[in-house]
């Protein structure tokens, strides 16, 4: 979870998939840190497996690009431990930048957008069941994501966020 534990790292993996491929400079304008800034945080996403270098480019250009399109925290850390603690402070993050959005990105018309809490109670196999229900749900949008010609002219990015956990 390290990888997943700083706001830059969210902020980076979120506008890599929804601009493509980006350097450094690029992607600090988007997102509002330094070219030298964004550089460490792509090397350390590049670590551990989230993003890639898109290849040569003229001059000095060093364009990085997403290499998986999604990704979830799972809980496999038991509690105390550096990894468990990571992956609160992922969780944390992605939740401040997510709510943030939302209120920065406030429009007239909603497209479609449902804020949504509901508590079920169900034993950790049906949790897992209903995980993956909604995974394969979420999935059928996937191809949209990888190949912006699949897009309608009428689409637009739509976040989805799902948190399973345990409430009491």
Not at 79 to 102: I, K, Y
């Amino acid at each position: 979870m390290r990888a997943l534990s700083h706001p830059v790292r969210l902020a980076l993996i979120e506008v890599l998939t929804l601009r493509g491929a980006l350097t450094a400079t690029q992607a600090g304008e988007l997102i509002d840190e330094t070219p030298t800034t964004c550089s460490f945080h792509l090397r350390q996403l590049a670590k551990y497996g989230f993003v890639e270098e898109a290849g040569p480019m003229p001059g000095r250009s060093r364009p990085w690009r997403i290499t998986r399109l999604g990704w979830s925290l799972e809980n496999e850390a038991p509690d105390g431990t550096t990894e468990a603690r990571e992956h609160a402070v992922a969780a944390r993050h992605l939740g401040d930048m997510t709510l943030e959005r939302q209120l920065d990105r406030h429009r007239s018309h909603d497209h479609g957008a449902e804020r949504a809490h509901t508590v079920w109670w169900v034993t950790p196999d049906e949790a897992a069941e209903l995980r993956a229900d909604i995974d394969e749900l979420v999935m059928r949008y996937r191809d949209r994501l990888q190949d912006p010609a699949a897009r309608p002219p009428e689409a637009e990015a739509v976040e989805v966020v799902v948190l399973t956990h345990p409430f009491a």
